[in-house]
């Protein structure tokens, strides 16, 4: 096991380069067992989900390389369709695995998925929008078996827009006999990340970025290469930063439009933002005011991915804050070790009351989840003293290169073991 140690205190300034869209890259390597022949996907984020992922791929059979920061993914002697348990329950992402096997081969079985604890996440959606594709499904002893020897197309309606069901559906559906039309379906850029990506491999998916999909069903898909979005969740995370410590910082690679309601929150907090094309810069000075009321909503809504972040900017501002968790119903278990370096927060069910605090100070934390430890490493950046960050493989599932990118800025940032 491994921890940062942070002193804090520190501007930020200089620019980061961001990585590719975690969220995006996941369901791409999903799909690319989709078709028999080579796929590479282009400035892979080095990040443990996505090694957790290439290695559920190799586990069915495929052969997956990285080389120069690209993956190289040729499933051609794929024949397996069964994930180990001990793989999908280290790794929610492996759900998308349901409809890419059942596209291939007709049959699936995966047990219960994992990942961070910030809630149940059910994959009843998923299940039942297989179902109107004419998928049998069976649940026993924590496992799924999905099986189906030619999926139909058809007329599907999420009752939520759920960005795991819509990308299941996709994956499902672009071999189906048939039309396929999703109604409600998640708007957010990774979808059209998908969507592009699987265009390429030769599908017929059209409407992503809308509430209404819609997919022609081909008989097959061949190899292609991809470079993926860049990842907005990180781009936040490094605006939160700059906010936290002061200083002015560059983020490269993502469009404006992408993380809107995030700018305008920052702008509420005080902050100066600057956006032109793919750069956004940011200008933080002095103490800053807290938002009156962050929600977490589906895109274009405040991302569930961000509400962390913006947690532990809030809990040093000016004033106090309403902070509404929508998505997910124990995403605020990283609030007891914001509270060891002073904030003060109130939790009650899915909301969060913040009464910001002049300053907040070091002390010995531990990261419970991917994002909730992004938020301890901000507050520490911005705290007074010296504060230690234990359980760094949550962080790793999902910020490749952190500490350096960091470190690049100023900040005093270290990795040691414990």
Same mark, same amino acid.
């Given at each position: 096991m491994e921890k940062y140690v942070i002193e804090g205190g520190r501007r930020l300034a200089g620019s980061v380069a961001l990585q590719s869209a975690k969220n995006s890259v996941l369901p791409l390597l999903a799909a690319s067992i989709l078709t028999e022949?080579?796929?590479? /996907? %282009?400035?892979?984020? &080095?990040?443990?989900?996505?090694? !957790?992922?290439? @290695? /559920?791929? %190799?586990?069915?059979?495929?052969?997956?390389?990285?080389?120069?920061?690209?993956? *190289? /993914?040729?499933? +051609?002697?794929? !024949? !397996?369709?069964e994930i180990p348990s001990s793989l999908t329950r280290e790794l929610r992402s492996s759900v998308f695995m349901l409809g890419s096997l059942l596209s291939r081969f007709g049959r699936a079985l995966i047990a219960y998925p994992g990942g961070c604890d910030i809630g149940l996440r059910p994959i009843d959606l998923h299940l039942s929008a297989l179902k109107r594709l004419g998928v049998g499904i069976s649940e026993r002893d924590g496992f799924i078996f999905c099986e189906c020897a030619r999926m139909k197309g058809a007329e599907i309606l999420l009752d939520f827009p759920s960005v795991g069901?819509?990308? &299941?559906?996709?994956?499902?559906?672009?071999?189906?006999?048939?039309? *396929?039309?999703?109604?409600? #379906? #998640?708007?957010?850029?990774?979808?059209?990340?998908? @969507? &592009?990506?699987? &265009? +390429?491999?030769? +599908?017929?998916? #059209?409407?992503?970025?809308?509430?209404?999909?819609?997919?022609?069903?081909?008989?097959?898909?061949?190899?292609?290469?991809? %470079?993926?979005?860049?990842?907005?969740?990180? +781009?936040?995370?490094?605006?939160?930063?700059?906010?936290a410590c002061g200083g002015e910082v560059e983020v490269e690679g993502v469009r404006p439009e992408n993380i809107r309601l995030l700018l305008h929150k920052l702008r509420e907090n005080g902050c100066k933002i600057h956006a032109k094309n793919d750069k956004i810069r940011i200008e933080s000075g002095g103490r800053l005011k807290c938002n009156r009321r962050i929600e977490t909503m589906p895109f274009p809504g405040f991302p569930t991915d961000l509400q962390a972040q913006a947690t532990a900017l809030n809990a040093s501002c000016a004033g106090c804050a309403l902070i509404v968790e929508n998505l997910f119903e124990t995403r605020f278990k990283y609030v007891p070790e914001l509270q060891k370096m002073g904030a003060d927060i109130e939790v009650k069910g899915r909301t969060a009351f913040v009464r910001g605090v002049e300053r907040l100070h070091g002390a010995c934390v531990t #990261?419970?989840?991917?994002?909730?430890?992004?938020? =301890?490493?901000?507050?520490? =950046?911005?705290?007074?003293?010296?504060?230690?960050?234990?359980?760094?493989?949550?962080?790793?599932?999902?910020?490749a290169d952190f500490r350096t990118k960091l470190k690049k800025l100023g900040a005093s940032i270290r990795r040691v073991g414990v």
């Open positions: 022949e080579r796929v590479t /996907i %282009r400035d892979a984020p &080095n990040i443990s989900d996505v090694a !957790c992922m290439a @290695q /559920i791929l %190799r586990e069915l059979g495929a052969n997956v390389r990285f080389s120069g920061g690209n993956v *190289t /993914i040729d499933s +051609a002697d794929a !024949c !397996c369709h069901a819509t990308e &299941n559906i996709l994956l499902a559906a672009v071999k189906a006999e048939g039309r *396929t039309v999703v109604t409600g #379906a #998640a708007k957010e850029p990774e979808i059209v990340d998908l @969507q &592009n990506f699987l &265009n +390429a491999m030769g +599908a017929k998916v #059209a409407g992503a970025g809308t509430d209404v999909i819609e997919v022609e069903g081909v008989k097959a898909l061949h190899g292609a290469a991809f %470079r993926p979005m860049k990842d907005r969740i990180e +781009a936040g995370t490094f605006l939160f930063a700059a906010a #990261a419970g989840d991917l994002r909730g430890g992004a938020a =301890l490493v901000i507050a520490a =950046l911005g705290a007074e003293g010296v504060t230690e960050v234990l359980d760094l493989s949550h962080i790793d599932r999902g910020y």
